[in-house]
């Protein structure tokens, strides 16, 4: 493992501009100098799931997904909530390493930022580990309310969201260095 740990960022927001972009954002520019958080580009683009093409017919974007997933100290996942369920981008997402193992055992912290969000952060907290992602309490996170939480720019407004997600990121930090 280099000094600082490769996390892979995942938003689940198909929102150019989503709170939970500005979430991530923020989170990479909090922890530059503990963790390398790299933003995979959109979720939104990956092809629709179907395990029929799961097998000798794996598209060539999803084998680099899976290979980017793989080489990952961990993974962060941060995701608004549509109609009482997880978005169908980030679904799309997790879908594709069913069939695999490269979530086995990684360290992951699951934000859900969103109006409401219960619903979804219990089906992602689910979802998460039966892929067999190592996920706990510390490491998952739910913010309800989070627009007036967050400014236009990114810029946390409400300290107890900014005290969560410090703990929460340090104790992803702690389960990377102890994988």
């Known amino acids: 493992m280099s000094s600082r740990p490769r996390i892979l ?20 520019s909090a922890w530059a100098d503990h963790l390398d958080i790299e933003v995979y580009p959109t979720v939104a683009y990956l092809p629709l799931f179907t395990p029929d093409r799961d097998g000798d017919q794996v598209p060539a974007l999803i084998n680099l997904l ?6 990952a100290d961990g993974i962060l996942i941060c995701t608004p909530e549509y109609v009482f369920s997880p978005p169908a981008a980030i679904k799309n997402l997790l879908e594709w390493t069913v069939s695999t193992t490269v979530l086995t055992g ?4 699951l ?6 969000g219960a619903q979804t952060f219990a089906s992602l907290t689910l979802i998460l580990k039966t892929l067999g992602c190592h996920l706990t309490p510390d490491t998952s996170l739910l ?9 236009p720019e990114g810029a946390l407004r409400d300290e107890t969201v900014t005290l969560q997600i410090e703990a929460c990121m340090t104790a992803l930090a702690g389960l ?3 994988s």
């Open 9 to 28: 960022a995942f938003s689940g927001s198909a929102r150019a501009d989503s709170s939970n972009e500005k979430l991530i954002r923020h989170i990479k």
């Open 66 to 71: 899976r290979r980017q997933i793989a080489d």
């Open 106 to 109: 990684k360290p992951t912290a």
């Open 111 to 116: 934000i859900v930022a969103a109006t409401g």
């Open 143 to 151: 913010i309800s309310g989070i627009r007036p939480k967050i400014s």
């Open 176 to 178: 990377v260095r102890r």
